[in-house]
């Protein structure tokens, strides 16, 4: 996965229907300074993390059960 760029994020922001984005709120997603929010490039690298879990080998937890039918 490519690092987020301030011109990716512009580019989404102007593609995507979504309110207006003001520069110092782009700024802020790609590299935040004022402690308040988690940079949109960390919440992506979180995610790849995730994204790499075999989920298959993970056991069902005990109180998740599957759909019955009611005959």
Do not use: Y
Not at 3 to 26: D, F, N, P, V, Y
Not at 48 to 54: F, G, S
């Amino acid at each position: 996965m490519q690092r987020l760029t301030k011109a990716t994020l512009t580019g989404i922001c102007t593609q995507m229907a979504s309110h207006s984005w003001s520069e110092a709120e782009i700024d802020e997603l790609v590299d935040p300074r004022l402690g308040m929010i988690t940079g949109f490039q960390d919440l992506l690298d979180e995610l790849e993390q995730l994204r790499k879990i075999d989920l298959g080998t993970t056991p069902q937890a005990m109180s998740v059960q599957g759909a019955t039918k009611h005959e």
